[in-house]
């Protein structure tokens, strides 16, 4: 791969329902990752979806995230009205931001955006890997779990808790669409067949919810409920 154009300021688009169990978490992360890269600028944007819960109160204690309300109740439209959002107020040129996505019931690793923008010196697209509590699963759904998830297994799985991509290739692909399910697998899909370099790496994975109730129908809860009988 050869090199890109450096990047100049990382977006973090988040979206959340009703997540006030994680959220502080979540957002606390965030900004250690942001630490992390004092040498690029850093924007987060919080969008909260229909959220019924303290998930706003939550949010309020952490003034250098940027909240955003809505009643889209649909993990597409959000995640794309918090890029759209995080990208306005970006004034680099869109090849020298990136936008890294996550949920609001994940936690990033300190170097979470390090990993982000080490993929972005060779390539235009990030998809990085997402393990689940696993304290939390019973049993049999964690001895299914280690079992699939030898090293280099998680290569190449889309999952929107841990997506990056240059500001130029997302608005080349008409950005993310407004989807109930799986739009983040919709959008590095067009991302490939336009031919966007993209990177794929299983280090400084998102730590994410465990539960077995997911808020978008056949998202990673349904998944990991498909596990075991």
Do not use: F, K
């Amino acid at each position: 791969m050869t090199a890109r154009p450096p990047i100049q300021r990382v977006v973090v688009a988040v979206p959340a329902r009703d997540e006030a169990a994680t959220l502080d978490a979540c957002l606390t992360s965030l900004e250690r990752a942001c630490a992390a890269v004092p040498l690029v600028r850093t924007s987060l944007v919080l969008l909260l979806d229909a959220c019924t819960d303290d998930s706003a109160e939550i949010a309020a204690r952490h003034p250098l995230v940027r909240t955003i309300e809505r009643s889209y109740e649909s993990v597409g439209r959000s995640r794309a009205a918090a890029i759209e959002a995080a990208l306005a107020s970006a004034p680099e040129a869109d090849d020298a931001v990136w936008i890294a996505m996550t949920d609001g019931d994940g936690v990033v690793p300190r170097r979470w955006l390090r990993e982000h923008l080490r993929a972005a010196a060779t390539a235009d697209a990030y998809v990085g890997a997402v393990v689940p509590r696993l304290d939390d699963l019973d049993d049999p759904r964690r001895r299914v779990w280690h079992a699939r998830h030898s090293p280099g297994a998680a290569l190449g799985h889309v999952h929107g808790a841990n997506l990056g991509v240059r500001a130029g290739a997302y608005r080349m692909v008409g950005g993310m669409e407004p989807l109930a399910t799986g739009e983040d697998v919709a959008l590095v899909d067009r991302l490939r067949a336009a031919g966007v370099a993209i990177a794929a790496s299983e280090e400084q994975p998102v730590i994410t919810s465990a539960r077995l109730s997911g808020r978008a129908p056949d998202g990673y809860a349904a998944y990991l409920t498909a596990l075991a009988p």
